[in-house]
């Protein structure tokens, strides 16, 4: 019975060991860099926000034009009268109506506008939002394209900076043990032991620290997915897949175009709104006109409250409502700072056209120099790698030194580093490139 008893506590656990792993296994996320855009687009609070904001102006935009469909109201008064009021003439004095008494009255008002100017304006004002809103959409996805680009870059960066450095500590490790062996063979000296363990060593703290790098990074891309905190994600990638992409040709800042960059197009939409705020206020100084019917349904100088007893009269009419400006002060003013805002809208996009065209140059002359580099950087890792063999093979016949053999471990750590970085730099600079000109 104790036996069946354990078997099952032991198939239990092993059960839920199975089971626990398997929840574990399902809360990796194996991620490309397509995948985490298209994530990113799909949750991250901001795009969802712009997408708000759309449908605000739409919203805007409806109830514009709302405005020439015509208004109707029902309204009703009851009062009572202590004194009416009196007429005197020279032929006698006539009261409007019996003191002590009460007056009904409901009626029904519709107006339509015929000519309205401004609303006109409302309405063309409302398109010229939709588009503002709808490129700020598309500023804000390239903007977010471009960080979840150097997030996954960045970790990338990382899951590579890391490997390198295992690998080195892995490198010094298994000196570390020949060494000793030498040593307690009596065919090293004590100093050689020390300088490879201190050597092995001093690796390990730039281990953590690459680990605690892959942990950060992913949590940056975590945050701009919109992905909860307990998944894991997991890249098939490194940045020497890249290294065909690293191809750029030297241009000029004069030759590049910002005919899509985002920012100046919404500042000339901003010019395009600012023009048809100057025309809805040239619009107050035009007349407006409106239909007006109403009906009226009164029964006045009546002395008690019994309303369904009184004697009711009806009336009708409609009208034509004519309303010329004269004189406003602010309506002059208003124009005027209208004016000032478009001046300073024309110079502060000459200004952020210099600072685009700076930046982006900035941005080529960066891919350019990492371009150059890679060849460089690719040459100096394969002499690296062959050093070590060199320094070890010499350090086992009895020709090299300790020094020499940490040095060229040393050697090949930093060179696989800035090879690693040179890609990364080239990446992150194309990718502000591509936003700062428009590529979508």
């Keep these: ?14 059960a839920f060991t199975v089971l626990t ?10 991620l490309t860099l397509d995948k985490a855009i298209e994530l990113a687009l799909s949750d991250n609070p901001t795009m969802k926000v712009a997408e708000q904001e759309i449908k605000l102006k739409e919203v805007a935009k409806k109830e514009a ?15 009572y009268d202590i004194k009416v009021a009196e007429i005197k003439t ?28 401004a609303i006109y304006r409302s309405i063309t004002m409302g398109k010229k939002d939709i588009e503002l809103a709808v490129e700020k959409s598309r500023g804000s996805k390239m903007d977010l394209v471009n960080q979840v680009k150097k997030a996954y870059y960045q970790l990338m960066l990382a899951q590579d900076s890391y490997n390198v450095l295992m690998e080195s500590y892995k490198l010094t490790e298994r000196n570390f043990n020949v060494v000793k062996a030498k040593y307690e063979q009596g065919k090293v000296s004590e100093y050689d032991k020390i300088s490879a363990e201190v050597q092995h060593r001093s690796v390990w703290p730039s281990v953590v620290s690459g680990k605690n790098a892959v942990n950060l990074a992913k949590l940056q891309l975590k945050v701009l997915m919109g992905i909860t905190a307990d998944v894991d994600l997991a890249i098939n990638d490194n940045l020497s897949n890249y290294e065909s992409q690293m191809q750029v040709d030297a241009t000029s800042a004069s030759q590049i175009s910002l005919d899509g960059n ?7 939409l901003n010019g395009e709104l600012l023009n048809q705020q100057r025309k809805m206020l040239n619009s107050n100084f035009h007349p407006t006109l409106a239909l ?9 100088s009546n002395t008690n409250w019994e309303f369904y007893n009184y004697n009711w009269g009806n009336s009708s009419s409609i009208s034509l409502s004519l309303s010329i ?14 004016k000032i805002q478009q001046e300073q809208l024309a110079q502060n996009r000459i200004n952020t056209e210099r600072q685009l065209r700076m930046q982006a140059q900035s941005k080529l002359d960066n891919m350019v120099a990492s371009a150059e580099q890679l060849e460089t950087n690719k040459k100096s890792v394969e002499l690296a790698k062959k050093e070590v063999n060199i320094s070890e093979k010499r350090y086992e016949v009895g020709k090299g030194t300790i020094l020499e053999l940490n040095s060229s471990q040393m050697s090949l750590t930093n060179v696989q580093l800035t090879y690693n ?18 590529k979508e």
């Excluded at 040179?422 to 000109?437: D, G, N, Q, R």
């Design 325 to 338: 400006p004269l004189f406003k002060a602010s309506n002059f003013t208003k124009l005027k700072t209208n």
């Design 262 to 268: 985002s920012t100046l197009k919404q500042i000339d």
């Design 292 to 300: 007006v019917a109403g009906y009226q349904y009164l029964s006045r």
């Design 1 to 14: 019975m104790n036996c069946k008893m354990r078997l099952t506590t032991v198939l239990a656990m092993l």
């Design 21 to 30: 792993y398997a929840q574990d296994a399902q809360q990796v996320l194996n």
């Design 90 to 117: 020279s032929m006698g004095s006539f009261k409007m109506g019996m003191d002590d008494s009460n007056t009904w009255n409901g009626g029904l008002n519709v107006s339509l506008p015929l000519y309205a100017p």
């Design 65 to 79: 034009w709302q405005s020439l469909l015509p208004t109707a109201s029902i309204d009703g008064t009851i009062s």
């Design 421 to 438: 970085n040179s890609i990364y730099e080239y990446l992150v600079a194309k990718s502000e490139f591509e936003t700062i000109i428009g």
